[in-house]
Structure formats: C-alpha cells, structure tokens
C-alpha cells in the first residue's frame, strides 16, 4: 500500500534496512528509493535541499538551479531517517507538502505536483516530544500511520547467531576466505548485550575477519578483540 510507515528503534537496529525492504516489497520497487539522514542536514540548507531551488534564488545557488529531495523522489519512497531532529519550521514545511502534494522550488514560482510514499523513522520518543511541544502533533499524527518497532538485538537473541552467520559469510565471499567461528566465540556472541545492536555485530564479525590470521574465529577476552 502507500500508508505511510513509522519505524521507531534504538540506533543500529537497522531501521533503513527495514524501509527499504519496505520499498522493495511496494509497487514503487522500480522507483526511486531516496534516504535522507534529517540530523546531518544543517539547518540552514535543510529548505533548499528539501525543497531545491532555481538559479539565483539565494546567495551561492548554483546558476543551473537544483532539484530538491521532493522532487527527486518523485513516483517513488521517500525515507526520512531521525525524523526527530527536524526543526519546527521545517516540520511545518513537510507538513504541508504532505496534505497538498505540493512543491515549489526556492525563488520559484511554478508548483511541482508530487507523488511520494514516505517512511520515517527515529530513535526518540516523538510522543514525549509532542507534549514537551518539541514535536508537532499534527505531523505527528501523520506520520505515525503504522507503526513498527524494531526491538534491540538485546531482547531477541535468536537473531544474533543468524546474523553473525550472514555477516560472516558475506565477508568471506568479499575477501575470499573460509574462516569460521569456534564454539567459545559463538558463545561469546550470545552473551554479549549488544549496545550498538546489529550495527556493532556486524562491525565485530568484520573486524574478526580481517585481523585474525587463522581459519578459526574467538575472542580474547573483549569480544572486540580477535585471536587465532
């Protein structure tokens, strides 16, 4: 369908994974699947790279003008990744784009019709937000069409061997290797918590592969740290 989705879990749960199998799994498969990290935007370029802009529109533009983000996205998903750290003044501005379908560009004064399905997601508690008037509600509201929360790999372990499997079997294929995990790592692995969720297990397994010398994977100690 085109409801929007709201994706709410800890940082490394892999929320843009899940909106892009979202995607992929949409009538919008062949479309553009745009990401945007709304917290590393300045917030004074957040306008215009949301929105574009035409040439001459402010100090600096590019003479050729450019699409914004809404535009880009055009027919296919927009997702709109910690969507908490948006201004107000700019979730106004999403707001409306939302109920009116409606773009124009910066200095521009031709209206751009869009079609887009979005995806948002955040590691904040965005209704703790809207009541401290951090957040709008009506965006708020919006948004949260479907929820879906993603639990911290802390609280489902029968996912960590799975995963540590994959990411070991893809590194394998990438640096032509055949290494394994001894049982001791595997038990490592399960009872390790997992802060940085599957994030960090996937960096752990890289770094194991790539430091170690041998064919068998463990731990020394931290589960950081590789030995043969």
């Known amino acids: 369908t085109d409801s929007t989705v709201m994706l709410f879990g800890e940082s490394g749960t892999g929320k843009e994974v899940m909106a892009r199998f979202i995607h992929r799994n949409s009538y919008r498969a062949k479309e553009p699947f745009i990401p945007v990290n709304c917290a590393a935007i300045p917030s004074e370029l957040l306008e215009s790279e949301f929105f574009g802009y035409v040439s001459g529109a ?124 001894t049982p001791s790592a595997i038990r490592s692995l399960m009872e390790y918590s997992w802060p940085g969720n599957v994030r960090e297990l996937r960096n752990v397994i890289e770094r194991l592969v790539v430091t170690s010398t041998g064919s068998e994977l463990s731990f020394d100690g931290e589960i950081g740290r590789a030995h043969v």
Do not use: C, W
């Open 58 to 181: 402010f100090t600096g533009a590019s003479t050729r003008g450019k699409p914004g983000l809404l535009e880009i996205a055009h027919k296919g998903t927009l997702f709109l990744d910690e969507i908490g750290d948006l201004p107000l003044s700019m979730q106004s501005k999403l707001l409306r784009v939302i109920e009116t379908g409606e773009v124009q560009r910066l200095g521009s004064t031709t209206v751009f019709n869009t079609n887009i399905r979005l995806i948002a997601a955040t590691n904040r508690d965005l209704h703790s937000m809207v009541e401290q008037k951090l957040f709008r509600s009506d965006l708020y509201y919006r948004l949260n069409v479907i929820p879906v929360n993603l639990p911290p790999l802390r609280e489902r372990p029968e996912d960590i061997l799975v995963l540590a499997e994959k990411f070991l079997g893809e590194f394998n294929r990438k640096y032509g290797l055949q290494k394994a995990f």
